[in-house]
């Protein structure tokens, strides 16, 4: 390389034995990077994203599975809801609170693999003890005599199921935001969008997988992992998260944590409050946008995920309730046990549709960020001749081009199917239109074929709800990240004062990807407690007794849930268009 190299800094006469010393083109500190961000291979993608199928299994078995299992141990309907606030609730509390410990982490595994462990093993043991619940507990108290069949006794088999549920939605939210950030991480900035893209495909991979293993007679096939089918799905689900974690985190490894420096203190529950609240007033723009688009998104996104296959059964029923309506309990029963398998399998529909469509959507969609170029290869190499010319110099050929791989090519003409004007941020706000008309499409829906074929589409906008927003939120985090460490050069004043560590988000830590993935998730969980207070109020009043027909009330939760996602649509207008501006990738390499 030549000595005039502005990667070089001029040797004083400390330095004249030690050589040449690396330096940060845009600072003092020592340059963390190699001239520019590698680019990753999808085997190393799919590596890094593929703890995300087994967490999906874990989670489709808890909400598919869960209500059924808590419902056969004795607990009743009207405390079934407050069983289930507890996601909103550690969605709210664990991931912000993971995400800035995880930031401050000074491991020699890294900042992410740690918590990524630790709430494996927690989900697991949640998810075997959940299922072992009645043995557990029965066997216990009857040590000291107790009836198993005894009131007491059921009534603490209960309570430590749902506590043990309590457990589990911590420990699953533990692992979700440390994976999210393991992501933004390990990946390059150009390749923040491709990543989600994987952890999209490898979680729509374990939603598929977890709904087929509920068709399955389960204890048929495996009966030395359980009994019953809650028992077997817990067996399967924890070797799933697993086997997935420990691929993942001994393939793909983080930078050395130790060498970060002194972490932040944030000792105590007051602290981190204080620095959450702090943070959130100092998002960078681009990230709080989002949030807020989030926001109104899942005021939405929430009553379809919980009452769709309801939506489903009773369109199934009305018949039924019309040429019948004095039917026994036990006949209300049975045809809504068949309604709610019809659902089912309308979800099972809606997660394939959603698996194609996150195989194909990242094909189609401009890539925000371009990777950056390969160096320069020298047209001409020196030969070893027989022997030596006239003139002293080795004879010159031209060199060959490399070959590219058969996946290379095929990857080559995918990208031509890219439509330049349908960016990501477009693609996400059409994706709010697409469900708002899908919800107010069920004015006309009248058959559970119709109902099937609606859900399915839902599955579009939702691969793009799992996508869009993180993958926008990964790449402002990495650009940021890439100009504070001299990958990338500042070509905006805000980017200049990012690569002088004088932005103000860089001096709060609110830019630092456990923190911001934390927050992000706040605004994804709070909307819950608006949709559950708007849904009761709608069920109050235009809910019917069980077994009568023309029962619309869920239908009305849905177009409420299609109101919300116009706000959004419109929100996402106001996302900046990330193109790639605002920086520069630092030519060459160090040879």
């Known amino acids: ?21 690396v330096v940060s083109p845009l600072g003092d500190e020592d340059w963390l990077g190699d001239g520019e961000e590698e680019t990753k291979s999808s085997w190393y993608l799919l590596l890094l994203t593929l703890s995300g199928l087994g967490l999906q299994i874990a989670w489709s078995v808890e909400m598919s599975n869960g209500s059924p299992y808590l419902l056969s141990l004795g607990l009743s309907k009207s405390l079934l809801a407050l069983v289930w606030i507890a996601g ?17 982490c000074r491991s020699k595994l890294g900042k992410r693999r740690p918590f990524i462990i630790g709430g494996a093993i927690a989900t697991i043991i949640s998810l075997m003890v959940l299922a072992w619940t009645k043995e557990l507990v029965g066997g216990f108290l009857s040590v000291f005599g107790a009836d198993r069949e005894s009131r007491g006794v059921k009534t603490c ?34 390749q923040q969008e491709a990543a989600n893209a994987w952890i999209m495909r490898t979680s729509g991979v374990g939603n598929i997988l977890g709904y087929l293993s509920g068709y399955v007679n389960l204890p048929k096939r495996f009966p030395w992992l359980g009994n019953s089918q809650f028992k077997v799905l817990c067996a399967i689900a924890s070797f799933a998260l697993a086997t997935t974690v420990a691929i993942s985190c001994s393939t793909v490894h983080e930078h050395d944590a130790s060498r970060e420096g002194k ?3 944030h000792n105590g529950l007051v602290a981190f409050f204080k620095s959450l609240f702090r943070s959130i007033r100092k ?63 309308a979800l099972l529909i809606f997660a394939i549709t959603t698996f194609v469509s996150s195989v194909i959507l990242p094909f189609i969609i401009h890539p925000t960020f371009k990777p950056p170029a390969p160096p320069p290869v020298t047209p001409l190499t020196p030969t070893t001749p027989a022997s030596m010319s006239a003139n002293g110099y080795f004879s010159l050929k031209a060199a060959k081009p490399p070959r ?24 996400w706000m059409l994706s709010h239109i697409m469900f708002t008309a899908c919800m107010w499409l069920t004015f006309f829906v009248r058959s559970t074929l119709g109902a099937t074929i609606l859900v399915s589409l839902i599955g579009i906008p939702w691969a793009l709800t799992n996508w869009a927003p993180f993958a926008l939120i990964s790449s402002e985090i990495s650009k940021r990240d890439a100009i504070r460490r001299g990958l990338l050069r500042p070509a905006t004043r805000e980017a200049a004062l990012i690569a002088a560590g004088e932005d103000e988000a860089g001096a709060e830590g609110a830019d630092q990807a456990g923190v911001v993935l934390g927050i992000h998730n706040v605004a994804i969980a709070a909307p819950q407690v608006i949709a559950t207070l708007v849904s009761s109020v709608i069920f109050r009043a235009l809910q019917k007794p069980r077994g009568s027909a023309g029962d619309e009330s869920v239908a009305w939760v849905l177009r409420f849930g299609g109101c919300c996602a116009v706000v959004a649509a419109w929100l996402a207008t106001r996302v900046g268009e990330e193109n790639g501006e605002g920086v520069e990738a630092v030519e060459g390499r160090l040879d």
């Open 157 to 190: 088999i209960i309570l430590w199921a749902v506590l043990f549920v309590y457990v589990l939605d911590f420990a699953i939210n533990v692992i979700q935001a440390a994976i999210r950030a393991y992501v933004v991480d390990c990946a390059p900035t150009h």
């Open 1 to 21: 390389m030549n000595e005039q190299s502005p990667l070089l800094q001029p040797r004083n006469s400390d330095e004249e034995e030690s050589g040449l010393k």
């Open 283 to 345: 998002l960078p723009p681009q990230i709080r946008r989002v949030c807020e688009v989030q926001f109104f998104a899942w005021i939405g996104w929430f009553p379809f995920l919980f009452y769709i296959t309801t939506y489903i059964g009773e369109i199934y029923v009305e018949p039924f309730f019309e040429a019948n309506p004095d039917m026994t309990d036990d006949e209300i029963d049975k045809t809504w046990e068949r309604a709610t398998r019809i659902g089912t399998f």
């Open 263 to 265: 972490p932040d203190a």
């Open 404 to 427: 590219r791989s058969p996946y290379a090519r095929v990857m080559s003409l995918l990208a031509n199917l890219q439509i330049r004007s349908l960016t990501l941020r477009r693609a």
């Open 88 to 104: 909103p609730l550690s969605g709210t509390l664990v991931q912000p609170y993971v995400g800035l410990k995880s930031d401050n």
